[in-house]
């Protein structure tokens, strides 16, 4: 396991944490991050600057490590 991979699982664990076990409710959060990451990127590519840039990296590792914790409950 990698250095990435694990600070990943870390995070993931994290996500269970604060949100609980539940696979349904992963998914939702999971459907809330992805509209916010496309809002982001969408946000980035029609006015570029370094915040933009920053929201989307934070929105797609937030969503990242939704996606993680639910492989980790499934």
């Keep these: 396991m990698n250095e990435d991979t694990a600070a990943l ?16 409710r992963l998914e939702a959060l999971i459907r809330d991050l992805r509209q916010l990451r496309d809002e ?10 370094p915040d933009a840039l920053r929201e989307y990296r934070r929105a797609s590792r937030e969503l990242a490590e939704a996606e993680r914790a639910l492989g980790l409950v499934s």
Aim: hydrophobic fraction near 40%; charge should be negative.
């Design 9 to 24: 699982d870390a995070s993931a664990r994290r996500v269970l944490v604060a949100h609980g076990s539940d696979p349904r």
């Design 40 to 49: 982001a990127d969408r946000m980035a590519f029609e006015e570029p600057s």
